[in-house]
């Protein structure tokens, strides 16, 4: 069964600054996909950025960019120049391309703080 | 376009009612999910369809129910509350063939007493 880790329960940066959180997972499939989902206080979930696995290079979306290592199972997130409207629970989720497509495992998330 | 439209926002149950949570999506999609999301454990698929009149059970299906009879909808059924249901459930759905994002609607916070 495919599991999604995210080691950090809580990170925190200075307005302005980067920041990376971490995201690893396992599987046995070679087709997947990969997300970060962005959670405000509002509750809405988010779309910050998406990978394909058989894409070598890494996704980006202006401030969010990722790295993305196939072969350590890796997928984190940077965000840089950091704004108080980052604050946020950020997941990490994975996909496939299978009979159950669109069905993705998450992550348990990481709370941003982001101080001014 | 309205998207994906949960209701209602808000639920507090005795433990034993029944209630109906209603997800409704009009942009055409095949594809409809229902995640729930526990403090500490992220989102957790319950139930899902491919398409109307097929559903398959997630990772937590227990004491829930679905139905796909119209593309649009897709109800969410406890048939009989306990304290454990008490969560924020989360209705998406997206396109079907090769799906780019699911499209998530705005939450229901449940509460069971």
């Known amino acids: 069964a495919q599991t999604v880790t995210q080691s950090q329960p809580e990170m925190s940066v200075q307005e302005a600054e980067t920041v990376t959180l971490s995201c690893t997972y396992d599987t046995s499939e070679s087709d997947y996909y990969l997300f970060w989902y962005k959670q405000p206080p509002s509750r809405q979930m988010i779309l910050v950025i998406r990978q394909e696995a058989y894409k070598q290079q890494n996704a980006t979306e202006n401030r969010f960019s990722v790295n993305f290592q196939k072969a350590a199972k890796s997928f984190s997130l940077k965000i840089s120049d950091s704004q108080l409207g980052d604050a946020a629970m950020y997941f990490c989720?994975?996909?496939?391309?299978?009979?159950?497509?669109?069905?993705?495992?998450f992550g348990k998330g990481t709370k941003l703080s982001v101080k001014p | 376009n309205a998207g994906v439209t949960q209701t209602p926002k808000f639920q507090v149950l005795k433990t034993g009612q029944s209630m109906t949570l209603q997800c409704a999506q009009d942009?055409?999609?095949?594809?409809m999910s229902w995640y729930r999301q526990d403090p500490g454990m992220g989102l957790r698929l319950i139930h899902y369809?491919?398409?109307?009149?097929?559903?398959d059970q997630g990772e937590v299906p227990n004491g829930y129910n679905v139905s796909r009879s119209t593309t649009e909808d897709f109800p969410l059924r406890l048939l009989s509350a306990a304290p454990s249901q008490t969560s924020v459930y989360f209705c998406a759905s997206s396109y079907g063939g090769r799906r780019e994002k699911l499209f998530f609607g705005s939450g229901t916070q449940l509460s069971v007493l």
């Open positions: 369809s491919v398409g109307a009149g097929i559903t």
């Open positions: 942009m055409n999609h095949e594809y």
């Open positions: 989720a994975w996909g496939n391309y299978g009979g159950s497509q669109g069905n993705l495992i």
